[in-house]
């Protein structure tokens, strides 16, 4: 196991950078998520710790080793790809041992290797199937036994579960997190699903466009959002943002929403008197209120039977709400939705920054 250390990196493709001076320190035996929208850089920058892609700036280190320059194989990694990546003509048990045979192991630490990763993975059972003979989640489960037996430093995930249906890729979640407590091993993964990084993630590493946005842990970046971003990006359904302007008047704060309506500012928010900001909340923090707060007209409602999704419009804006009860509102309806000012957030409306005290 070991440290992964990435300084000041960047990355060209011609005139085009796509990473502006990456700085992330993940520690050994964590489990650390880059997590963005499509085309942010992440699966880059884990291509450049793979030794896929070269460096145009700045340094990686794995453990104490500066790796910039050493290829793949030199760097005690595995790879877990989206495709699986495994060969037709091979049985399961053959492809798990195919980098142990080119390492000119011995039989005798391959069959121990393998079966030691076949059961850990539940594969046993499949060890001279063809991958055809597979469905998708045993598929990645073999894709994830070959990475196990070459004992690496460090695992790293390339949105592995994306090709899987919804149902598998939750199952798959709990058996990768369960992996990583059982191995302990350092290890990276990249998604463009928050929800993954949320239950995955020891630490999350939230991108956008060749930047870092802000890295904590999941409860931090949900609790604790740097910026109007990584709030909207954090959280399913989405946080909801009301344009405004901020109103103070000795110790008393409020927020003029664009229609004329006066809510409170959020705990212990920073701004100055007439300053453009925007109110951010998240969907399950509105409750319902006979009247005051934010007056919406309902759209849609979709019951999920644990919680009542309400999808409503408050003047040009879209809202969510997410109540515990069952709630039967007619489409068209007014409902008034109150924010919990202790865990809602204001922001800066022109740089995004969360304006905290």
Same mark, same amino acid.
């Given at each position: 196991?070991?440290?992964? @250390? !990435? ?25 650390? #998520? ?17 030794? %896929? ?8 280190? !794995? ?21 699986? /990546?495994?060969?037709? =003509?091979?049985? #399961? ?8 045979? %080119?390492? $000119? ?42 990475? !196990? ?38 290890? !990276?993964?990249?998604? =463009? ?27 931090? %970046?949900?609790? =604790? ?28 704060? @409020? ?22 900001? #925007?109110?951010? @909340? ?38 969510? /709400? ?11 309806? @007014? #409902? ?16 995004? $920054?969360?304006?905290?005290?």
């Amino acid at each position: 196991m070991a440290s992964v @250390t !990435i300084q000041a990196v960047r990355k060209n493709f011609g005139a085009v950078r796509v990473l502006h001076g990456v700085d992330i320190d993940i520690d050994d035996g964590s489990f650390t #998520v880059l997590v963005g929208p499509s085309g942010c850089g992440k699966s880059t920058l884990l291509r450049m710790i793979a030794g %896929l892609e070269e460096i145009s700036g700045g340094e990686i280190r !794995i453990g104490e080793r500066r790796v910039n320059d050493l290829p793949p194989k030199e760097r005690d990694i595995a790879m877990v790809f989206q495709n699986y /990546a495994l060969y037709p =003509h091979m049985t #399961v048990g053959k492809n798990m041992a195919f980098s142990l045979m %080119l390492a $000119k192991q011995s039989q005798a630490v391959i069959e121990e290797k393998v079966s030691r990763a076949a059961e850990i993975l539940a594969l046993t059972p499949l060890l001279d199937r063809y991958p055809r003979q597979l469905s998708g989640g045993q598929r990645q489960r073999v894709a994830m036994g070959r990475a !196990i037996v070459r004992d690496p430093q460090v695992f790293l995930y390339d949105e592995p579960l994306s090709n899987l249906d919804a149902k598998l890729r939750v199952a798959m979640r709990s058996e990768l997190k369960e992996l990583h407590q059982r191995l302990t091993t350092t290890s !990276i993964y990249v998604t =463009h699903d928050q929800i993954e990084a949320m239950t995955m993630g020891d630490k999350i590493v939230v991108m956008r466009d060749g930047r870092i946005e802000q890295t904590g842990s999941p409860l931090d %970046l949900y609790d =604790h959002p740097e910026n109007q971003f990584v709030a909207g990006f954090i959280g399913s359904p989405a946080m909801n943002f009301l344009p405004g302007t901020l109103r103070r008047r000795s110790d008393d704060a @409020t927020v003029e929403l664009t229609d004329g309506t006066q809510l409170a500012a959020p705990r212990l928010s920073a701004g100055v008197d007439g300053q453009p900001v #925007v109110f951010g @909340t998240r969907p399950e923090h509105l409750t319902l209120a006979d009247a005051g707060g934010i007056a919406a007209r309902v759209v849609l409602i979709e019951p999920t039977g644990m919680d009542t999704f309400v999808a409503c419009r408050h003047g040009g804006v879209e809202l969510s /709400a997410v109540f515990r009860e069952r709630h039967d509102f007619a489409p068209g309806r @007014t #409902v008034h939705l109150v924010p919990d000012l202790q865990r809602s957030h204001l922001f800066d409306a022109a740089s995004g $920054k969360r304006l905290a005290a």
